[in-house]
């Protein structure tokens, strides 16, 4: 699959996109409170979307090999699951959880394509992005831990940039999670996105410097540090969609969709 370059007008429609689901994604983290379950957050999101105008783009995507499609609009990760663990109605959150929220969608949506004159021809197109909270006290480890990838996060945005290269932003993530003596989970990657859920290029959380695919004005990426307090390596569940660390420790997942301008990065799902 060929990298894309998007039009000024498939960015603004991904920027009206990308702003509704950070509101979405604000509202989910607002209402994950001790007592809650993973399901009922995932049906608050999805109402939330189709609210918007939007469409779930995780419910029923594919991948080679697995047997069923994603059942569920988010991905909600408690704790040791490092990403894509299914919304359960028996998994409750409680005090000093850690809880990844993963969301994706695609806008507009056919209904509000059919409602409005100005979108009927729009193409829909895909943001993505994800959030690690923590559910009530955390201990200070669960608190180091978010902050390092957070800020993973906000370093590898500041080194995209037209001419910049994807081993730019994989070795400027590696270095700051290293610093903290964090497992960079080697399995999983940021991608680009717009189109589909998942494009090219992958953008892996470690690299080399001045290495991969050069970024162009117009591309838009998913950048998504993903970290553990222990080891490096995760384990795929019977599911064939959850990720756990294969040590049981704490896992921590940011993502951001973003345009590449002619100066830099500009963030989307902000």
């Not at 419910?59 to 990403?83: F, H, L, Q």
């Not at 201990?139 to 180091?144: I, L, P």
Request: glycine share 10%.
């Amino acid at each position: 699959m060929a990298i894309t370059v998007k039009t000024k007008e498939e960015i603004a429609l991904l920027r009206e996109g990308g702003h509704r689901l950070a509101r979405i994604l604000d509202r989910v983290a607002t209402a994950a409170i001790p007592g809650i379950s993973t399901l009922e957050l995932d049906h608050l999101a999805e109402s939330l979307i189709f609210a918007s105008g939007g469409e779930p783009s995780f419910k029923g995507y594919r991948i080679e090999g697995v047997r069923s499609a994603y059942p569920a609009t988010m991905c909600i990760s408690v704790n040791d699951e490092v990403v894509h663990s299914i919304p359960q109605k028996n998994k409750i959150l409680k005090e000093g959880d850690i809880v990844a929220l993963d969301i994706g969608m695609r806008w507009p949506g056919q209904e509000l394509k059919a409602k409005e004159e100005a979108l009927k021809n729009a193409k829909s197109l895909y943001t993505d992005m994800a959030v690690t909270i923590g559910i009530g006290r955390i201990s200070s480890q669960s608190e180091m831990l978010l902050a390092a990838t957070k800020q993973a996060l906000e370093i590898g945005i500041g080194m995209v940039a037209p001419k910049k290269r994807v081993g730019d932003v994989s070795r400027a993530i590696q270095t700051h999670l290293e610093r903290y003596g964090l497992g960079i989970v080697r399995e999983l990657a940021g991608h680009g996105v717009g189109y589909k859920v998942h494009e090219e290029p992958l953008i892996p959380n470690f690299g080399k410097a001045n290495s991969g695919p050069e970024f162009l004005e117009g591309m838009v990426i998913a950048i998504e540090p993903i970290a553990n307090l222990g080891s490096d390596e995760v384990v795929l569940q019977s599911d064939e969609w959850t990720f756990k660390t294969a040590d049981g420790s704490l896992s921590a997942h940011f993502e951001h969709t973003m345009a590449l301008t002619k100066d830099g990065a500009e963030v989307l799902t902000r």
